[in-house]
């Protein structure tokens, strides 16, 4: 048999799926058909985010940080810098699908909290990044800021702190400089 024959048996094989897949459908009874939900969409029931700080760190300046505490969609300037960012989108349960590249929230609770940033330096969009809590900052290629999540409040909830003791350990650690 040539690969013909293999290209119809695939065919007939998927032909014979689709017949019994709209058989299944069409035999469903219509009573059975699920009423529209009336429940909000997954994101409406996160807990709302009053405030985040951010820590700020330079890739090039060792010495820099700052420390910002500000609310959602709200400029603010990063440090004496020429550099101004804005936290535009908050995800509860930070998750990547791999298949589509996409940013997800696996659930409505702040299990893996992000925060997106776009920097901007004289008013231009420069990079977007990310803030974690309880991850070490990180910069892309081609980022000069980092952030990091040091704490968030929420309205109506306790906020979430960053874990310090990680760093604290990390900082006794290292050799002292002289």
Do not use: C
Not at 60 to 82: A, M, N, R, Y
Not at 159 to 169: S, W
């Amino acid at each position: 048999m040539t690969g013909d024959g293999s290209r119809g048996s695939a065919a007939m094989l998927w032909n014979t799926m689709l017949t019994w897949l709209l058989l299944s459908a069409l035999a469903l009874p219509v009573a059975a058909a699920p009423a529209k939900a009336k429940t909000k969409p997954l994101a409406s029931h996160a807990a709302r985010v009053s405030s985040v700080t951010l820590a700020i760190r330079h890739r090039v300046f060792k010495q820099f940080s700052d420390v910002q505490t500000i609310h959602l969609d709200e400029e603010f300037p990063v440090g004496d810098t020429d550099f101004s960012a804005r936290v535009i989108r908050y995800v509860p349960d930070f998750a990547m699908d791999l298949t589509t590249r996409a940013v997800i929230s696996r659930s409505t609770e702040p299990n893996n909290p992000a925060f997106e940033v776009v920097v901007r330096e004289k008013d231009v969009p420069q990079d977007t990044t990310w803030a974690f809590l309880n991850m070490p900052p990180h910069f892309a290629r081609k980022s000069l800021l980092a952030f990091k999540i040091a704490r968030i409040d929420f309205i109506g909830r306790d906020p979430i702190l960053a874990d310090t003791t990680h760093a604290t350990r990390a900082a006794e650690s290292e050799p002292a400089k002289p």
